[in-house]
């Protein structure tokens, strides 16, 4: 037969508010400029490149920390989706952001997202 127990249950207010803030989680935070930064900054390496406006149009057009990195150029759909023959090192081609995601980005970033937002 079992034995009875008993508990206290204690309530602990958290302001779920204060505590992203504090981590610099919420939108616009440390922790997101740290992550679109270094999409930006990772992702260079595999944009085709000519020019080399359609990083710079990646740089322009994102605005640290909205967490939407955006490039923007009369090609820049067309040259991620398409196969094409780009020039430049062999990592430039279509899909750059999911490529370099696959080759390690993805964990580096959330490595030092982790470490920004204070987890151990």
């Known amino acids: 037969m079992s034995q009875p127990f008993t508990f206290t249950l204690k309530t602990v207010d958290v302001d779920g508010e204060k505590v992203l803030k504090e981590r610099g989680i919420k939108v616009g935070g440390r922790v997101q400029q740290f992550i679109d930064s270094e999409v930006l900054r990772r992702c260079a390496d595999y944009v085709p490149m000519d020019s ?49 995601k696959q080759e390690g980005g993805k964990e580096k970033i959330l490595s030092g997202a982790r470490k920004m937002a204070g987890a151990k």
């Open 52 to 100: 080399g406006e359609l990083i710079r149009s990646g740089i322009r057009n994102t605005t640290i920390g909205s967490g939407k990195v955006k490039y923007r150029t009369p090609y820049a759909r067309r040259w991620y989706y398409r196969e094409a023959r780009f020039q430049g090192a062999p990592k430039r081609g279509t899909y750059w952001f999911e490529r370099m």
